[in-house]
Each structure stands twice: as structure tokens, then as C-alpha cells.
Nanobody
């Protein structure tokens, strides 16, 4: 299973960016998909996650500004980021949790994508 993320980049404060991440491989189902971020010198933190049923969870710091969504048929998760702040600058990593494949159930990480918000 591979996770391929796209989006990200450089934006001014107050602007918007969108991220997407698609899981590929011999996938039976994916229980939860989400985004984490890691800024230099800081711990990795959950940004938002969404279950296959559509239940979403957000970090307090992004509530009301970020929206996570998912297309189960495409094994793709999206993150729409609005009203971006310089403190949102980080490497954003896609995560797929409890992915069912023929040989069991596993968690996967995608490569990070840089989001930089200038003040």
C-alpha cells in the first residue's frame, strides 16, 4: 500500500491551500484517514482525521478553518485549509489507519508535503 499526497506549497497568511492523498494497492478497506503535521523542532501532531463513516476529528488549533473530507471509492482524503496562519507552517503527512489488506490490518504513512504560510 502506498499513500501519494499532493498539494501544499507557499501561501500568504489568510490564504487557502488544499491537500489530497490517495492510497493505492490491494486495499480491502481503510478505517480512518487523516493528516498530521510536524514543524521544525516540534512533535508531530494530528491535524484532522476522518473515518470511513464520515466522522471527522480536528485539532483545536484548526477547527473552523480546516475541513477534511474523503472519497471512500477512491481511497482519497482531502484537506481544505482556509484562513492559514504562519503557525500552520509544517510538513503535512497523510496517514491511513487500520487498512485491511489480504494479510491483515496495518497503518501507513505517506511522504510529507510542505506547507509554508508567510506573514
Amino acid at each position: 500500500v502506498q499513500l501519494q499526497a499532493s498539494g501544499g506549497g507557499l501561501v500568504q497568511a489568510g490564504g487557502s491551500l488544499g491537500l489530497s492523498c490517495t492510497a493505492s494497492g490491494s486495499i480491502i478497506s481503510i478505517n480512518v484517514m487523516g493528516w498530521y503535521r510536524q514543524a521544525p523542532g516540534k512533535q508531530r501532531e494530528l491535524v484532522a482525521s476522518i473515518t470511513s463513516a464520515g466522522s471527522a476529528n480536528y485539532a483545536d488549533s484548526v477547527k473552523g478553518r480546516f475541513t477534511i473530507s474523503r472519497d471512500n471509492a477512491k481511497n482519497t482524503v482531502y484537506l481544505q485549509m482556509n484562513s492559514l496562519k504562519p503557525e500552520d507552517t509544517a510538513v503535512y503527512l497523510c496517514h491511513a489507519g487500520r487498512v485491511r489488506v489480504m494479510m491483515g490490518q496495518w497503518n501507513y504513512w505517506g511522504r510529507g508535503t510542505q506547507v509554508t504560510v508567510s506573514s
